[in-house]
């Protein structure tokens, strides 16, 4: 461990020697990272790499097979997506995990819906603060009536981040939030990535974009094959460095965070 | 060169967008329409009678209570072929509670009887339906096995606890549920009408005052005041139908005679509203308040949408699971009740092929196989169309094999339609 994390005090996330396997595959092979608040990682490596298998571990969508999960320094037991977001984990899949019958208002308060008193939803509310949060996220969004099927790339994905973004996560999971967006989305997206982060969240990024990793993240983890490579101070290192150890799955001399 | 982006320009929104009625909706009121206007000329005006529209409703309530459930079934992406299979069971168990066991237990004619009976044969169907979810959900065994397995095993444990037996007579109170022998007659359907009429006016209004106070748009004034006077017209019109089909006069003197009085001259007596009906109603509200405003219809259309993202939610889907054959169990019992209180006594085949016309009236109402879309009151609507082609047909003295014919088409057809109206709207088929 180098100096910058060492005395740091208990990491808001251990992810501490992840295995699971998918009949024979190694999706992810013994492997440890870790998070601390006010901090992004960001998980590299190619397709099948096992980046989205690991994270699913930590926000409950798989079991893992061996290893142990802490938050804050205790152990967790996160045994399905509920228990991850009693920890205030919250996750935005690749996949995005949209409901595409059900409008923004339904898809950001799915499985916690705001009731009236005598316990049914409350559409009307709902929709209130989806507009309320859709309008410092996506000024431009205006389809609050449509099922989300009728959106374009950039706006489902909008909807995805407000829905991680409005209950106060602590641990916020992003797999490739900018993959179905264009530069100027990707733009709000990074801003919005450096808000939460100066509001002392921890975020495990995803990303392909390595400009995009080089700013915003302050440490780098690689994956190749369901193992882990290495984790760099991005600031430590240049963009070749990072390309090389995802290429050829080796970190650069003395340069290991 | 890149065209500037079509600017949208904002089109005078057309009638029933002003309206917000959905045009499928529309769609199927139009086909029940038809027809009822075709079988009418056909029959020379015997087909929009009171009496026969009367009939119509309580042969529609079994088969359109079970297809509300039907519709949450098939919106999570699964299938219950044993329903009629259910309804048999159920069927048994209140047959054989209220002709064999209870009588010797309370006494002939006790009140008790109809309502433990009736409980006896919801709670059967509940726990087989939750039975039935279990092994759906937990065991991860298609819907489509569990219940072509139940089908044969539910109407046979119904043979069995009956010994073949057609069970009757049927406890007089019990007899009332089944729609002819009790109706609530004029007044009370009228006081019902007047219920219903304030009840509708007033959930228009709030849903206005709901949107006004998080000022979101609303409808204009005027467009509100068409959907009430739609609304209560429709209400009104209906119990001013079954107000108009009269008691025959033979009924009326047997009536009169088993309570030692003489039947005065010139008196008559409307039927009203048939408590089976009302039970339909009540199943109507019920099931869209659940699938409108509850968080069990919220999950059981997200998980319908899309069940991983349902999962990743938290939400429990096999729980979930477990919930919706569980009410589609109760809705089987209920329509068990209906059923064999109309034909006044329990048969084995009470029933059958009910599974094929409630899936029918699902589907013909608007319900998605492919999951994720349907609503309760097109479910009760294509039930409605079925029994009206149906009886229009056998009135008409068409074969009860080319009857069967017409309602396969039927299906295949609506289907179609279906698919080529959502490729035209742009939804995904
Ligand atoms: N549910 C699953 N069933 C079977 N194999 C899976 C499953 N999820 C992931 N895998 C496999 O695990 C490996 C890692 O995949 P993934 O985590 O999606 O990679 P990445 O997100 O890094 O592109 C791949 O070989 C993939 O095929
Ligand atoms: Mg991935």
Redesign the interface.
Same mark, same amino acid.
């Given at each position: 461990m180098s100096q910058s994390t060492e005395n740091r005090g208990t990491p808001l996330v251990e992810l501490r020697d992840i295995s699971i396997s998918f009949g024979g595959i190694k999706a992810v092979d013994h492997v440890t990272v870790d998070l601390y608040p006010g901090e992004v990682v960001g998980l590299l490596g190619h397709n099948g790499a096992g980046k989205s298998t690991l994270i699913k571990c930590l926000?409950g969508?798989y079991q893992m097979d061996a290893g142990e999960i802490f938050i804050n320094g205790d152990k967790a037991e996160i045994r399905?997506?509920?228990d991850a977001?009693a920890y205030n984990i919250e996750?935005i899949?690749q996949?995005?995990?949209?409901?595409?019958?059900?409008d923004a208002a339904?898809?950001l308060f799915?499985?916690?819906?705001l &009731?009236t008193p005598a316990?049914? &939803?409350d559409d009307?509310?709902m929709?209130?603060e989806t507009r309320k949060i859709m309008g410092r996220l996506n000024p431009n969004f205006r389809k609050f009536k449509d099922p989300v099927?009728?959106l374009s790339g950039g706006q489902r994905q909008s909807v995805a981040i407000a829905r991680a973004v409005y209950f106060n996560a602590k641990i916020l999971i992003m797999d490739e939030p900018t993959a179905a967006l264009g530069p100027h989305e990707t733009q709000m997206v990074a801003e919005l990535i450096q808000e939460l982060k100066a509001q002392g969240l921890g975020i495990f990024l995803i990303e392909h974009d390595i400009h995009n990793v080089m700013k915003l993240c302050d440490r780098a983890s690689v994956m190749k094959n369901g193992q882990l490579v290495g984790t760099v101070n991005v600031d430590e290192v240049t963009d070749e460095d990072i390309l090389g150890m995802i290429i050829l799955g080796k970190t650069p001399e003395g340069v290991s965070a | 060169m890149t065209k500037p982006p079509k600017a949208s320009a904002p089109a005078k929104p057309s009638l029933f967008k002003t309206l917000e009625i959905d045009t499928r909706l529309l769609g199927m009121i139009g086909a029940f329409v038809v027809i009822c206007l075709v079988f009418n000329i056909i029959t020379d005006g015997r087909f929009l009678t009171a009496r026969n529209l009367f009939n119509l409703s309580i042969q529609t309530v079994s088969v359109a209570i079970m297809a509300t459930g039907m519709v949450f079934v098939i919106v999570t992406r699964h299938i219950d072929l044993s329903v009629g299979a259910l309804l048999a069971t159920c069927s048994a168990v209140m047959g054989v509670m209220q002709v064999q066991m209870l009588p010797g237990i309370l006494g002939l004619g006790s009140p008790l009887i109809a309502p433990l009976a009736i409980l006896g044969g919801l709670l059967a169907g509940a726990l087989i339906g939750a039975f039935n979810g279990w092994l759906i959900g937990y065991q991860r065994i298609p819907a489509f096995i569990v219940t072509l397995g139940g089908l044969l095993v539910w109407r046979n444990v119904g043979w069995y606890m009956t010994d073949g037996q057609t069970l009757g007579p049927l406890d007089q109170n019990f007899l009332l549920l089944g729609g002819v022998e009790g109706t609530i007659g004029a007044t009370g359907s009228w006081i019902l009408g007047v219920l219903f009429s304030l009840a509708a006016i007033w959930a228009i209004w709030r849903a206005r005052a709901a949107k006004i106070q998080h000022e979101f748009p609303v409808k204009p004034l005027w467009a509100e005041g068409a959907l009430m006077a739609i609304s209560v017209g429709a209400i009104m019109g209906f119990v001013a139908i079954l107000n108009s089909y009269e008691v025959p006069i033979g009924r009326l003197k047997r009536e009169f005679e088993a309570r030692g009085e003489v039947l005065p001259e010139g008196y008559s007596e409307v039927y009203g509203l048939p408590i089976s009906v009302l039970i339909l109603i009540f199943v109507a509200i019920a099931m869209t308040v659940l699938a409108r405003r509850t968080r069990l219809g919220r999950y059981i259309f997200a998980t319908g949408g899309n069940p991983d993202a349902a999962e990743l939610s938290g939400i429990n889907t096999r729980m979930l699971t477990v919930k919706i054959f569980a009410l589609m169990g109760f809705l089987c019992g209920l329509s068990a009740m209906v059923a064999q209180a109309r034909l006044a006594n329990h048969t084995n085949d009470i029933g059958t092929l009910d599974e094929l016309r409630v899936i029918a009236a699902a589907v013909i109402g608007g319900t998605a196989l492919a999951g994720g879309i349907g609503t309760i009151y097109g479910a009760i609507l294509g039930a409605i169309i079925m029994q009206s082609l149906q009886s229009g047909m056998a009135m008409v003295g068409v074969d009860a094999p080319f009857q069967n014919i017409v309602v396969g088409a039927l299906l295949v057809l609506a289907v179609w339609i279906d698919i080529q109206y959502r490729k035209r709207t742009g939804e995904k088929v």
């Open positions: 926000s969508a399905n997506p509920r977001r996750t899949y996949t995005l995990a949209l409901a595409d019958n059900l339904s898809n799915l499985g916690r819906e &009731v316990g049914f &939803v009307a509310r929709e209130a099927k009728a | -």
